[in-house]
C-alpha cells in the first residue's frame, strides 16, 4: 500500500496526530525530543461517503474502506545528516515512504519546550529540508560519479541514470529539492525515482495551531501556505489537541462538536484526502451483497491494473471490467438497472480507471 512518513522537529505534535491518526496510544507523546525511537506504522481508513451510497443500493452486509498507511518517523534535529540525534535511521526511514507529511508547530505554549527555542514554522520547514538536501546531496556525489564511469564502460542504464540524477545533484547544489528537477523523458522520470530521493517526494504540510485557530489558521500558518504555494507543496491547518480530542468521542457525537469549533470535518480526513492528492491516488470501488469496499490505485492506472490489487490472479487473467460509474450507478439504482440502460461498460485491458467507477472483473483464474 500507500505510506506517508510523518516527519517534523521534535514537540511539535508529530506523535499527539500520529496517535489519533490511529487512534491508539501506541506512540506516546510526551514533552521529550527522541520520545517515539521505532517507527509506527497505522493504516488508516480513507473515509469516503460514496461508500454508504452504494452499500445501500447494492445491499451490502459491510462496508470496508480503504487504507492509506501513515509511518510515524522518529524526531529529527539540525545535523541528522551528519548523523546527530537518530539521523541516520530518520533518514532510512524517510526513504522508504511514497510522501512526507511535514508537521510544523503553529501553536504557542510556554510549557512545551521548542527545540530551537522559538516558533517559526518556515525556519522548521527550512532546517529539515536542509537535513534532506544535504544527506541527497551527499549520496549524489558519491552515485553520479560511479554511475557515469559505469557509462563509459558501456552500460546504457547507467548512463541515462547518470545523466538523469546529475540534474537532482545540481538543484541540490543550488540548495533547492531534488522534486523541482525536470526528468526529459519517461526513462530518466524512472531513474530519477528509482534512486528515492528525500526531496525527491512530495510534501504536505501540516500545519498543528491552536484550538481557537483550527477552523481559520493563524498568522504562522498563513505563512507557511505562502512557503508552500510557492514549492509546489500542499498545506493543511489542523489542531492535533483537537484531534486527539475527537477520537476519545463516540462516533454520534463527533458531528455536534466539530460543528461547535466550526469544523466541517475532522483534519484527519483533511489530512487523508491532501494525502490522496499528493500521491496522485484514486479510489474504485467493488460492490455486492457481501460488501462494498474501495480500493486504491494511482491515477493512469489500467483496468488489468485495478484487478492486481485485489489479486495478482485477477491481473494475470484479466478478461474485462464490466464497470459503471460512480453517479450512474446511484442514479440508476444498482447494476442491474444501469445495464438496462446501457451504462454498464465491457472495458478491455487499455481502459483507464477514473475515480469512483464500480467495477466487476472477469478474469480466467
Ligand atoms: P512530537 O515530538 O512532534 O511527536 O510531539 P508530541 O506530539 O509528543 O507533542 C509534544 C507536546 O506538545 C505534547 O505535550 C503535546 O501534548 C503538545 N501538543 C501537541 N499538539 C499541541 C497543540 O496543538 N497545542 C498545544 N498547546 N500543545 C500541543
Redesign the pocket.
Known amino acids: 500500500g500507500f505510506r506517508c512518513g510523518i516527519v ?12 489519533a491518526l490511529t487512534e491508539t496510544a501506541a ?7 527522541f ?2 525511537i521505532e517507527p509506527n506504522v497505522g493504516n488508516v481508513g480513507v473515509p469516503d461517503p460514496r461508500m454508504q451510497q452504494i452499500a445501500d443500493i447494492a445491499g451490502s452486509q459491510k462496508i470496508i474502506e480503504t487504507q492509506l498507511g501513515f509511518v ?1 518517523i522518529a ?1 529529527l534535529v539540525r545535523g541528522a545528516s551528519k548523523g546527530e540525534g537518530l539521523g541516520n535511521q530518520f533518514l532510512a526511514n524517510i526513504r522508504e515512504v511514497d510522501a512526507i507529511v511535514h ?1 510544523l ?1 503553529c ?3 510556554d ?2 519546550t521548542h527545540v530551537e527555542g522559538r516558533i517559526d514554522p518556515v525556519a522548521d520547514a527550512e532546517t529539515v529540508e536542509t537535513e534532506l538536501m544535504l544527506a541527497d546531496l551527499e549520496s549524489l556525489e558519491r552515485r553520479v560519479p560511479n554511475l557515469a564511469k559505469k557509462g563509459q564502460g558501456g552500460d546504457k542504464d547507467a548512463k541515462a541514470a547518470a545523466v538523469a540524477l546529475q540534474k537532482a545533484l545540481d538543484l541540490l547544489r543550488e540548495g533547492k529539492p531534488a522534486r523541482l528537477a525536470v526528468p526529459a523523458d519517461a526513462d530518466e522520470k524512472r531513474h530519477l525515482a528509482q534512486a528515492q530521493l528525500l526531496t525527491g517526494k512530495p510534501v504536505l504540510y501540516v500545519c ?4 481557537g485557530s483550527a477552523a481559520t489558521g493563524n498568522a504562522f500558518s498563513a505563512r507557511v501556505a505562502d512557503m508552500a504555494k510557492a514549492q509546489g507543496a500542499g498545506a493543511v491547518v489542523i ?4 484531534e ?1 480530542e475527537i477520537v476519545t468521542m463516540a462516533p454520534e457525537d463527533r458531528p455536534e462538536y466539530l460543528e461547535a469549533l466550526g469544523l466541517a470535518e475532522t483534519g484527519l480526513a483533511r489530512i487523508i484526502r491532501a494525502g490522496y492528492e499528493l500521491l496522485h491516488l484514486l479510489t474504485f470501488f467493488t460492490a455486492g451483497p457481501k460488501e462494498t469496499r474501495a480500493w486504491t490505485v494511482e491515477k493512469g492506472a489500467t483496468a488489468p491494473n485495478a484487478a492486481g490489487v485485489i489479486h495478482t490472479d485477477f491481473e494475470k487473467g484479466f478478461i474485462r471490467a464490466e464497470t459503471i460509474a460512480f453517479a450512474d450507478f446511484v442514479a440508476l439504482g444498482g447494476e442491474a438497472k444501469a445495464r438496462e440502460a446501457g451504462k454498464l461498460r465491457a472495458e478491455g485491458k487499455t481502459y483507464v480507471v477514473q475515480d469512483g467507477d464500480v467495477m466487476h472483473f472477469l478474469h480466467s483464474n
Do not use: H, M, W
Open positions: 517534523g522537529l521534535p514537540n511539535v505534535g508529530k506523535s499527539t496526530l500520529f496517535n506512540a506516546q507523546a510526551a514533552n521529550y525530543p520520545c517515539t510515524d524526531g508537521v508547530r501553536f504557542e505554549d510549557d512545551i498543528n495551531v491552536d484550538e489542531s492535533a489537541a483537537i486527539a
